[in-house]
């Protein structure tokens, strides 16, 4: 109640921030400045008190509230808990409003120097006011009877929550969004710079100070897209870091963007040229992630993306939809109108030149961008053109993108050697030449080692240039002047994304593998053994695997279990993290394979009397009522566990066979010794409830083999299918994007110092 | 216009064509049995298990076999690549993805399932969880 008072407020200050940062740039009187900023801090200290509320609530558990109800549980770990906040729809806006609101004072401070804060914060207001607005109308404060009428009595408090979506418990959860959020706040303040400098009518200095805020949109956008991948690899068991899922595409896209226009900004501070492009890509930036939100938030994808993590509602279909088109619209509407009086600078037509570069580098990464979208809207398009919903296969990305990609990673090195406005030819092989040497010599050995195809081949080698030319460059600048060679450092980064791009997608073998318990499985360089499954906690179960290569073992132990929230099984992989590649597991189902030919011979055991089988001596010890021995899924069955210690050349193990009675009908669960060589199957227990001593069980012996069954009418084994891979080099993956922020931070540090006001010309 | 403006326009229109013909390529649509097996295209089917016929998962050759009805309630063998998916038997629909190998066989790469799902909650499950409470 009280918060949404509060979201309320928050609003009526951003109306305030909005209409008087308008009066001060129309009438051009800082006085407006006071209320303006007093405006926008109300709204800001409304989001950090709505939110403060919001994670109270979560955190003691007042399931009165929708919300807290229907995305936490009193089962949650803390961690977990807090990242509930936005583990739904109404809780992530409110966690995007406040980062952007939040962003935003920095913004305010660094604009305000600049003499552009009117304009800018006037433009980056709507986009807080918005979300605001979208707040109104999905409030994440409604109580359960508010928002079920009639269904639910007034007062009412729900003894615990649903809980969390299964595919969301993860640590990643608790960080992924917040700093995908930042990602979004930065887009915004790209747009607001873009809009800004429209109506400011100065369409050629504003890039100066905005330059930081797109390489930091770029930074934070890519880490939360990263961030993500490896939440995708590491818990979801999607078998890589990018499937070409909508939820990973809608992001990708606003980034590609947002990176385009960095480069045709850098060539704009230098030749005036792309003014139009670069409004209309900083437009562009916010307005697509938006559409992201639209495409992932509104169920329009419906049944063709699996992931939706999101439940669809018809009221923010119709908010997102005119959110598009009013921050579209305006943006484009004020160029169009503003497009006769901009200074029309040709673009460079020496080919050989770095701005000639960076727009066909821009203009690749658009491309991706442009195939990306369509694709990942594919199933738009198709509804709206065929009446039918369908979406484009993977191979459709795989195919239009590779092109450009390699376009991209080729000229991130040429246009590094090249200077500005043009190049002697000489010079320019002089300094392509150790790359071009290296490059071809590198993907020679990786043709040897099984590269087949043109596209991968040239891909190769455009990686292996981009690195070794943006290796030389960083060490020539850092000699010189270190805070120049961000720019160097970041595309040595994206080198070394490329090389671990091709390792993982042309080198990565894999195999589905049916792993019997008890029988080794040699598969890709390792022996795989599959020895049972562990209760993991809350009703999760771990599949033990050991593998064993070059005389090592490890443990590995995938987790499967039945989720009642979605009514599904949900698997997370487990992984062998080394050096040059990764070797992966991932659970696919439990299944039972019956087998033939096998007898043993029956025994009867007395509690605590040895008895001897061939080389061993058997003790039946006592049974075990452990309620961990529950079996996955059902509750309303008893387990009891036989406990046996079986001696053998003087080492003794305990085996603990099963009986399990399921609502009357008996079922029986076999145990076998490490070594797997004796198999032990109950076939009555007969306890004594007054003299426990006297208890005694009858059991099935079976020596030799590895084969296990169990007894009863079917002899049945437990097989556990799984997906091995082999994910080659996958850290070049994770090393390329940390060199790739390196770089990004120290070129927010050198431009945003470039930006200050005393190192330049007049601002108007 | 310059010739430079040509060839410009003319590179990106070929790469839009090159676009629009993988768009076209690469495009799965949801259709029918009859439909594809007539075109022999990789396709999405829509249908429910024939749960008479049964099914079977072949360990050795990691394949899952069962009959599926479409909505026109053509019943076709379909032999998935993979083990047995997801809550396969209390699916309300399923989703196969593949083309026709044979004509009595539509072989799969991928099925999905689609299942009576609480993803939403409702009212009756906020009461029902007081209830058991209350019986606890």
Redesign the interface.
């Known amino acids: 109640m009280i918060g949404s008072i509060i979201i309320k407020i928050a609003f009526l200050g951003i109306i305030v921030s909005l209409g008087a940062y308008y009066l001060s740039f129309r009438n051009q009187n800082q006085k407006f400045l006071t209320y303006a900023r007093a405006g926008y801090h109300t709204a800001v200290v409304g989001l950090m008190i709505a939110s403060a509320i919001l994670m109270y609530l979560i955190l003691t558990h007042q399931f009165q509230y929708t919300y807290v109800w229907s995305y936490s549980s009193t089962t949650l770990p803390t961690g977990l808990l807090a990242a509930s906040f936005w583990a739904g729809q109404e809780g992530s806006f409110l966690l995007w409003a406040l980062l952007a609101g939040l962003v935003g004072v920095f913004l305010m401070s660094y604009s305000t120097n600049k003499g552009y804060e009117g304009q800018l914060m006037f433009v980056y207001s709507m986009i807080v006011g918005v979300l605001l607005l979208m707040l109104i109308v999905k409030d994440p404060f409604m109580r359960v009877w508010q928002s079920f009428p009639g269904q639910v009595e007034a007062g009412f408090i729900p003894p615990d929550g649903r809980g969390m979506n299964p595919l969301l418990q993860n640590y990643w959860m608790v960080i992924h969004p917040p700093i995908l959020f930042v990602g979004f706040a930065a887009m915004g303040a790209t747009y607001a710079f873009a809009v800004a400098a429209l109506l400011k009518k100065d369409y050629t200095h504003w890039v100066r100070p905005a330059t930081p805020w797109f390489a930091f949109g770029v930074l934070s956008l890519g880490l939360g897209i990263m961030l993500g991948g490896y939440w995708a690899y590491e818990t979801l068991g999607w078998g890589g870091y990018w499937a070409w899922d909508p939820v990973e595409n809608s992001s990708l896209v606003p980034w590609l963007i947002g990176l385009a226009a960095l480069h045709t900004m850098l060539a704009q501070r230098r030749s005036g040229a792309f003014v139009r492009t670069n409004l209309v890509l900083g437009i562009l930036t916010f307005v697509l992630v938006l559409y992201s939100t639209f495409l992932t938030r509104s169920g329009v994808l419906g049944a063709t993306s699996v992931h939706s993590f999101v439940e669809p509602g018809w009221m923010a279909y119709i908010l997102l939809l005119s959110f598009i088109i009013f921050f579209g619209g305006f943006g484009l509407l004020l160029l169009f109108v503003r497009m006769r009086e901009m200074p029309s600078v040709p673009i460079e037509y020496n080919y050989i030149s770095r701005e000639f570069a960076l727009f066909l580098g821009a203009a690749s990464l658009i491309f991706i961008a442009l195939f990306t979208i369509v694709g990942t809207s594919s199933p738009i398009i198709t509804n709206l053109i065929k009446g039918q919903v369908s979406a484009v296969d993977i191979s459709f990305y795989e195919q239009t993108t590779t092109p450009f990609g390699i376009a991209v990673a080729f000229l991130a090195g040429f246009a590094q050697i090249l200077w500005w406005k043009s190049s002697k030819t000489r010079t320019i092989l002089k300094n392509m030449l150790p790359a071009l040497i290296i490059g071809a010599a590198a993907t020679g050995v990786m043709i040897a080692f099984g590269l087949s195809t043109i596209m991968m081949i040239l891909l190769t080698f455009a990686a292996w240039f981009v690195l070794i030319v943006n290796i030389q460059i960083a060490y020539k600048i850092g000699r010189g002047n270190p805070s120049f060679v961000g720019g160097a450092v970041a595309h040595i980064g994206v080198g070394l994304l490329f090389l671990g791009f091709i390792t993982t997608a042309m080198y990565d073998r894999q195999q589905t593998i049916q792993l019997v318990q008890g029988e080794p499985v040699e598969a890709l360089g390792y022996k795989l053994t599959y020895t049972g499954y562990t209760p993991a906690g809350h009703e999760r179960w771990a599949f033990n695997v050991t593998a064993e290569r070059n005389g090592r073992t490890i443990n590995l132990a995938p987790v499967m279990y039945q989720s009642d929230f979605n009514n599904s099984l949900i698997r997370n992989p487990d992984i062998v993290n080394r050096l040059t590649f990764d070797f992966y597991l991932a659970p696919l189902g439990l299944d039972t394979k019956e087998i033939e030919g096998v007898a043993g011979s029956t025994h009867i055991l007395n509690r605590g009397i040895a008895m001897a089988y061939e080389d061993y001596s058997i003790t039946f010890v006592g049974f075990d009522m452990d309620s961990d021995r529950h079996m996955m899924g059902s509750s309303n069955e008893m387990v009891i566990g036989v406990i046996l210690d079986v001696t053998y050349d003087g080492k003794t193990e305990r085996v603990v066979p099963e009986v399990v009675n399921r609502a009357g009908e008996m079922d029986f669960r076999p145990g076998m010794t490490a070594d797997a060589k004796l198999q032990f199957n109950v076939q009555s227990i007969r306890p004594d409830q007054d003299n426990p001593d006297r208890s005694s069980v009858s059991v099935e012996i079976i020596k030799g083999g590895t084969k296990l069954a169990s007894s009863g009418p079917a002899r049945t084994q437990d097989v556990l299918i799984v997906e091995a891979s082999i994910q080659p080099f996958i850290n070049l993956v994770w090393l390329g994007t940390i060199v790739a922020i390196i770089g990004l931070i120290i070129t927010i540090v050198r431009r945003s110092r470039e930006a200050r006001p005393k190192d330049q010309e007049a601002w108007g | 216009m310059n010739t ?1 403006t040509i060839v410009a326009g003319v590179i990106i229109v070929i ?1 839009l064509i ?2 629009a013909w ?2 076209l ?6 259709t029918d049995f009859q439909s594809a097996y007539e075109t022999g295209r ?1 396709v ?1 089917v829509e249908g429910t298990w024939v749960e008479e016929k049964g099914e079977r ?1 072949n ?2 050759l ?1 394949e899952f076999t069962f009959y599926m009805a479409d909505k026109n309630g053509q019943v076709v063998r379909v032999v998935l690549e ?3 998916p ?2 396969f038997e ?1 699916a309300t629909s399923v ?1 196969a993805r593949g083309r026709f190998a044979a004509e009595d066989e539509f072989r799969s790469t991928n099925v ?1 399932t ?14 029902g ?2 209830d058991k ?1 209350y019986y606890e």
């Open positions: 430079k790469f090159f676009g993988s768009f390529e690469s495009n799965v649509e949801y990789t999405q998962y360990a050795d990691n993979g083990p047995r997801n809550n209390i989703v999905l689609k299942c009576p799902s609480k993803y939403e909650g409702s009212a009756e499950e906020m009461m969880a007081s409470q």
